[in-house]
């Protein structure tokens, strides 16, 4: 069977093409359950040193989007809110520096395992609603393959354990309701993107 940072590459780079961004990006947390780690990348080399992301107040967007588990957007031009600015030592590494960018959590069973991201680096054009939308759809199969991963599963049942919260171990697949996620398989570039909502909605009835 494939590896997960396979899988987490296919996902990645099929999104890459359907999505048309200039980066996208998966982080999954670190083994201290403090950071999170880039992982996986399609649209850039991945750097040779590890990219690291605080889940704390300095977290910026990913931290902010995996804690709260909530997408989080940021537009070409909108200033920076203090909630979503990156603190030191994150806010040094140019890899992380983007004006504007997405960023969704992947959620198993109200459990964030993780954020996929988006951005413009490059281009800085804007991120389209559509773009928002089919990313949801990606970050679903991320969350299912991430949550799927025994020591993922052991590492955020732990922290949950330590917090006193009761641990649920059952995949299923399905992302935290009332977040907008979209529930479907991810399927060939070529169907429209009205039919992978549709599937999408089937999959998940709300």
Request: aromatic fraction near 2%.
């Amino acid at each position: 069977s494939l590896a997960l940072k396979d899988i987490l590459a296919l996902i990645v780079k099929g999104a890459h093409q359907v999505l048309d961004v200039d980066r996208i990006a998966v982080f999954l947390p670190a083994p201290d359950g403090k950071s999170l780690e880039l992982r996986s990348l399609a649209g850039d080399p991945l750097p040779a040193d590890a990219v690291r992301v605080p889940l704390a107040a300095l977290g910026g967007g990913l931290a902010a989007s995996f804690q709260r588990k909530e997408p989080v957007r940021l537009e070409e031009g909108q200033k920076i809110p203090p909630s979503l600015r990156l603190g030191p030592p994150a806010s040094t590494e140019p890899f992380l520096r983007s004006r504007a960018f997405v960023a969704v959590p992947l959620v198993v069973k109200d459990r964030a395992v993780g954020v996929i991201a988006v951005d413009n680096k490059s281009r800085r054009g804007p991120i389209g609603e559509e773009q928002v939308n089919l990313l949801g759809i990606f970050a679903n199969q991320a969350a299912v393959a991430v949550g799927s991963t025994p020591a993922l599963i052991h590492l955020v049942g732990r922290r949950r354990a330590e917090a006193g919260v009761p641990v649920r171990l059952g995949i299923h697949g399905q992302a935290e309701p009332g977040h907008g996620h979209q529930v479907g398989v991810m399927d060939e570039a070529g169907r429209s993107a009205e039919t992978r909502r549709e599937a999408a909605g089937q999959a998940c009835p709300r």
